[in-house]
């Protein structure tokens, strides 16, 4: 052996030593390691694993108090997550000597979790390989009562392995009736979540949590934290592969590497008029001038008569060339909102909706409804074209015949000949469904208008108020309670592919909050983005609606377009004269 061999043998087991003392006592002995080795390599849906015990217990708490004493969180939220957070740990070495001494545990622990052994640790229990020591990425995260994290796969740069410490007050252990847990899903094939989770870990104190990175396998979210008063704090960041310099670097990307975040991929699907249902024959223009008396017989049936007045029409019309947007309150006939009021308040207190509580998984099967995924895009319940009104008895469930029923009124011709004459637009055909948003589990996540051109989104929303018409009225206008529909325009150079920015007064175009018997008609732009923000479990009840999307035709939008720019250019020449 030579000499520089044994001159490097006792710094390492120095080194060892001096990071041993800030982990639990048992964690890296070879024992340990194998094992979680490998129940790790057996581990469902795929490959993680969890670590009851991780570090030094003084050395924690010491942490969870200066956390809690010394540093400032931001609250953060977008359509995918709502989160306090600090920043990025890797910058505490820039920090003044007096505000680092503050923060002396911390930094001791950031140092030890990104050390040459326990790297050496994470790659012997994950298989993961060399693992890089200069590219730190860590946050401290508190999920307050109503925080959440929703589905997708960490996919973003050189990750390669995902962690999660946590630091919830070791003196009152988290009850899994608290909400926070992490949920890991399946997949229905590669990059395809279940819209269901099969691992759902409650947060413990002194416990970690880590997976590799897995492109199209690795789908997890956080569940909503319902206490209040009782924050899920933890560490949570990733792994690295190795950088430039670094031993373990290559500059030969695989498949792997390349692969993108699953909302890279969706954000890359292209729309097209084959993804419509085709009317059986285009419009006449003068389809846009007034209704014939067997559509206005039709649309009576379950529209409000104010509605079908031809004065009230042609002022929906001038609002809607002038914004684009129109707003319609109580569009339902009085008849038709009792049904629907009755209908959806008996299903959301037979599913134990409105009380704040996080119900399980599975919850709202009833009747025909269904849910209805991929949850890394979107989760709502749905009607199951294959189940018959048996089911509906069968369940006691009178909600699935009536939404069936609002689906057949938005794709007939006399509601299109309706869209034509309020909007001045020629639907050539439709898409869309009724859908349920139940509390503590439904969204959608932000998708852009990939058509080419406009497309004619026109929604009905019911939402739920249980017993307390007037305060869960306003519960859902101050957009707290999430069910709200946000448009936004489109983001480029997003420094992180997975999310997006929150729905600010830079990024917002238009925010609706979830409405009682309300339609909503907006002509989306190419390249525009729109999702509904997940449904809080402290909702008054499920945001219930009718989403249909109409496709124009192709060169009818670019036409308006063109004459709006011509008469702001006419009016531009006669001021100057």
Aim: glycine content about 6%; charged content about 30%.
């Amino acid at each position: 052996m030579s000499p520089a061999h044994t001159d490097e043998r006792p710094t390492k087991k120095s080194r060892f030593e001096s990071q041993k003392v800030n982990f639990h006592p048992e964690l890296l002995k070879e024992q340990t390691v194998a094992k979680i080795h490998n129940a790790f390599k057996v581990s469902q849906p795929y490959l993680y694993c969890k670590i009851d015990q991780l570090m030094n217990d003084d050395l924690l708490r010491k942490v969870r108090a200066e956390i809690l004493s010394n540093l400032h969180f931001t609250v953060k939220e977008t359509d995918i997550y709502k989160v306090f957070q600090t920043g990025d740990l890797a910058n505490l070495d820039g920090l003044p000597k007096d505000e680092l001494a503050q923060l002396e545990h911390l930094f001791k622990l950031r140092n030890a979790i990104y050390s040459q052994e326990f790297r050496d640790f994470v790659s012997s229990v994950t298989d993961s390989g060399p693992l890089s020591g200069s590219k730190m990425d860590m946050s401290i995260n508190s999920y307050n009562d109503s925080c959440h994290l929703l589905n997708h796969d960490d996919v973003i740069g050189t990750r390669r392995v995902s962690y999660i410490l946590y630091l919830t007050d070791p003196e009152d252990p988290w009850d899994p009736k608290d909400g926070g847990a992490l949920e890991l899903y399946p997949v229905i094939q590669k990059g395809i979540p279940a819209t269901e989770p099969t691992v759902i870990i409650p947060p413990q104190w002194n416990q970690l949590v880590m997976f590799t990175v897995q492109p199209g396998h690795s789908f997890h979210s956080v569940e909503e934290v319902v206490a209040e008063n009782k924050p899920r704090l933890s560490i949570s960041g990733w792994f690295h592969v190795p950088q430039q310099g670094e031993p373990g670097y290559s500059t030969d990307a695989t498949d792997e590497d390349l692969a993108k975040s699953s909302l890279e991929q969706l954000q890359e699907e292209v729309d097209s008029s084959d993804k419509f249902t085709q009317y059986d024959a285009p419009l006449d223009d003068d389809a846009t001038e007034g209704l014939e008396e067997a559509d206005l017989l039709a649309l009576a049936g379950w529209m409000h008569p104010q509605y079908l007045d031809m004065s009230m029409m042609e002022k929906m019309a001038e609002r809607f060339l002038d914004e684009s947007v129109i707003q319609c309150k109580e569009i339902l006939n009085p008849e038709w909102t009792a049904k629907l009021q009755q209908a959806i308040n008996q299903a959301d207190k037979a599913d134990g909706f409105g009380q704040g509580k996080m119900m399980p998984h599975g919850i709202g099967r009833r009747g025909r409804w269904t849910c209805q995924g991929p949850p890394h895009r979107q989760r709502y319940m749905v009607l199951d074209d294959k189940k018959t009104e048996n089911d509906d008895n069968e369940d006691n469930d009178t909600s699935s015949a009536l939404f069936s029923e609002l689906e057949a009124n938005f794709a007939s011709e006399a509601f299109r000949h309706w869209l034509a004459v309020v909007t001045q637009l020629l639907p050539l055909g439709y898409r869309g469904q009724a859908r349920r948003f139940r509390p503590g589990h439904d969204y959608t996540l932000a998708t852009t208008n990939t058509r080419g051109q406009g497309v004619l989104d026109v929604t009905l929303c019911m939402a739920a108020t249980g017993d307390r018409m007037k305060q869960a009225l306003e519960d859902w206008e101050s957009g707290e309670f999430g069910g709200y529909e946000c448009y936004m325009a489109p983001h480029e150079e997003e420094e992180d592919a997975a999310v997006y920015k929150a729905a600010d007064e830079e990024g917002a175009l238009l925010t609706t909050p979830a409405g009682h018997n309300e339609l909503s008609i907006v002509l989306r732009d190419e390249g525009v983005m729109r999702f509904i923000k997940y449904v809080s479990a402290r909702a008054p009840g499920s945001r219930w609606d009718v989403a249909f999307e109409y496709d124009l035709p192709e060169d009818q939008h670019q036409d308006d377009d063109d004459d709006n720019e011509d008469d702001g250019e006419e009016n531009e020449q006669d001021q100057d004269e």
